[in-house]
């Protein structure tokens, strides 16, 4: 087998190649987690709540009945527009803890 000193100092390729393929594999499982893994955003005190998975798909919606005013439907956008907001910087918090593990090589493998 061939060495590569510059490579972790000596490791072959075949010890490289199967790093990288259980790096792959780490990735992909922790992908799979995400898309199943659901965090809620709330805004108002919780009176509007926007459920979703950490892949970003909206699972479930829920505004209780004192956030609808009919003479100030604005109010009510707004919160809905921060609790989608809420849940997704919550998202994003969960896909950065989980896939940081694997820096820039992420988008190589």
Same mark, same amino acid.
């Given at each position: 087998?061939? !060495? ?7 490791? /072959?390729?075949? &010890? ?5 393929? +259980?790096?792959?594999? *780490?990735?992909?499982? &922790?992908?799979? #987690?995400?898309? @199943?893994? @659901?965090?809620?955003? =709330?805004?108002?005190? #919780? ?8 892949? /970003? /798909? $909206?699972?479930?919606?829920?505004? !209780?009945? #004192? ?13 809905? $527009?921060? &609790?989608?907001? *809420?849940?997704? =910087? +919550?998202?994003?918090? #969960?896909?950065? +803890? ?5 820096? =820039? ?5």
């Amino acid at each position: 087998m061939a !060495k590569f000193g510059g490579f972790g100092g000596g490791m /072959n390729m075949q &010890a490289m190649m199967k790093q990288a393929q +259980k790096m792959q594999q *780490d990735m992909l499982k &922790a992908q799979e #987690e995400l898309a @199943e893994l @659901e965090v809620t955003g =709330s805004a108002g005190g #919780e009176l509007v709540q926007i459920t979703m998975t950490c892949d /970003n /798909n $909206v699972t479930a919606v829920s505004i !209780k009945p #004192e956030a609808v005013d009919p003479d100030d439907v604005e109010m009510l956008e707004d919160l809905i $527009v921060a &609790a989608f907001n *809420d849940a997704q =910087s +919550k998202a994003q918090q #969960e896909r950065d +803890k989980r896939m940081g593990a694997f820096g =820039s090589l992420g988008g190589l493998i």
